[in-house]
């Protein structure tokens, strides 16, 4: 066997191989604070609205305590984008699923049945399918840009997710469960259970749910599963 080098009569050189690197100059970036006048009027805007609920993504995968946090003060169904899904644990009882592309039930008809939606750290590219003109977006970004990208906002708050949400938090008091809350967590509880059903199904061809319901039984909770292409999304 002869390599391309040896066809060509060629000889191996050693080359510098240093690679210069400006790792060294790297900061964190600093983010501008939620304005304060802004945040009152979105706690107004949750105080008052019927079904209101938080839709999140990326941007907010830092903001895992006041995610939880924000949805138990204020009970706001939590639904987030499929590539943030695991920033939260799905067994969260507000925590509906991912809404989009690969989604829940229980999640896209509560993001269609929703009057105000909390919009943080997300650009969803298909944002202009799941909202419509009849909802309020209280959109949270660290980029100005994506204001009013996919839609009209209702409110705009520049800032990153971790602090804003602290500063709803802080800002807003605790308010009571409304039917529209108590019936996206039964709807969540009934998918559950119906999904449940499938556990041990055994027709042909086989269903996705019994092998999914085996991994769960065997595994640990740090456990790292490498999934090769097809249905990896589920």
Do not use: C
């Not at 210069?20 to 501008?32: E, I």
């Not at 949750?46 to 009970?75: C, I, T, W």
């Not at 644990?89 to 896209?108: E, N």
């Not at 042909?204 to 595994?219: A, D, G, K, M, Q």
Request: glycine share 4%; charged share 20%.
């Amino acid at each position: 066997f002869k390599s391309l080098m040896d066809v060509m009569g060629a000889t191996w050189e050693e080359i510098d191989a240093a690679v210069p690197t400006s790792a060294n100059y790297y900061s964190d970036p600093v983010y501008p604070l939620p304005v304060a006048s802004k945040i009152e009027q979105a706690v107004e805007l949750l105080s008052q609205a019927e079904r209101p609920l938080v839709y999140f993504g990326m941007g907010a995968r830092n903001a895992h305590d006041e995610l939880l946090e924000l949805s138990s003060k204020l009970k706001l169904p939590l639904i987030s984008t499929h590539p943030s899904k695991g920033s939260i644990a799905d067994d969260f009882p507000a925590f509906l699923g991912s809404a989009g592309r690969v989604a829940t039930k229980p999640a896209v008809e509560a993001l269609s049945a929703a009057d105000v939606i909390v919009w943080v750290g997300n650009d969803m590219p298909f944002a202009s399918k799941l909202v419509n003109s009849h909802q309020k977006i209280i959109q949270i970004d660290v980029d100005a840009q994506k204001f009013g990208k996919r839609f009209a906002d209702e409110l705009s708050i520049l800032a990153d997710a971790k602090v804003a949400l602290r500063a709803l938090i802080d800002a807003s008091p605790e308010l009571p469960g409304t039917a529209f809350y108590r019936a996206s967590l039964a709807n969540k509880q009934n998918w559950e259970e119906w999904l449940a059903t499938f556990a041990n199904d055994s027709r042909t061809p086989l269903r996705v749910e019994p092998i999914f319901h085996l991994l769960n039984e065997v595994s640990k909770p740090d456990d790292v599963f490498l999934v090769d292409v097809g249905n990896i999304n589920i």
